[in-house]
């Protein structure tokens, strides 16, 4: 089916410990973007990408790096797990012209003990 | 600084009432708003949408209303049915810009009682 896919689903880190996350869409999307969900706080834009080879900062980058050199594939890696990056973490991508009806994926759950 | 508001955490109706569900924003800039409905264990989906240039816009059961002169918009689901139970989330953005970030509200779980 056609969309927004994450891997893996879960995932349990120890502190310290490094990761990354992968989203991939088949949708020939331009613009992508990561963010987290924790409990009251809604949907945080971490990073986000314009484009293959570009990335940018959103309203909570710190302790994440981005990269896009494909496409269709845009990961998310944690270099050092902290406890505080325990949350769901969903990716989405959008092109022009849809009226900003971001495809979400179906979201990672991260836990860091 | 939270620029958009959705200050009802949750919301219970009865089945075959009305849902009004809330958001306030206070950004300026933002000419753009949505709705995004999300089912526990999955990802949000995008609902409606609504212009500045629109003070309405209807699909089926869901309708959103804009208020530009009190920043305020608000989703109309009538009927409400079960199916409709999920959080609710608001979001916003200025399309003047050119990377379409959205920024969201918080939530509003609405649970609809057969």
């Known amino acids: 089916n056609a969309g927004v896919t994450q891997t893996p689903k879960f995932r349990v880190l120890k502190t310290g410990q490094s990761m990354t996350l992968l989203c991939a869409q088949d949708m020939n999307h331009e613009y992508m973007y990561w963010y987290r969900q924790d409990p009251g706080m809604g949907l945080r834009l971490i990073h986000y990408s314009v484009g293959e080879g570009t990335t940018a900062k959103g309203e909570v980058p710190d302790g994440y790096n981005v990269s896009r050199l494909k496409k269709q594939n845009f990961l998310l890696g944690l270099e050092s797990a902290a406890p505080s990056q325990t949350s769901v973490y969903f990716c989405a991508s959008t092109n022009t012209g849809v009226g900003y009806g971001y495809t979400f994926g179906s979201g990672t759950r991260l836990t860091v003990v | 600084d939270q620029q958009v508001k959705q200050n009802s955490p949750s919301l219970s109706v009865q089945e075959g009432r009305i849902s009004i569900l809330n958001c306030d924003y206070t950004n300026s800039m933002f000419d753009y708003f949505l709705w995004y409905k999300k089912y526990p264990a999955e990802g949000p989906t995008f609902l409606i949408s609504?212009?500045?240039?629109?003070d309405k816009n209807e699909d089926g059961r869901f309708t959103v209303f804009l208020n530009k002169s009190a920043k305020h918009l608000s989703l109309h689901i009538v009927p409400s049915q079960p199916g409709d139970s999920a959080v609710y989330f608001c979001a916003a953005t200025g399309r003047g810009g050119s990377n379409y970030k959205l920024t969201f509200g918080k939530g509003t779980l609405l649970t609809v009682n057969p």
């Open positions: 609504i212009s500045s240039i629109k």
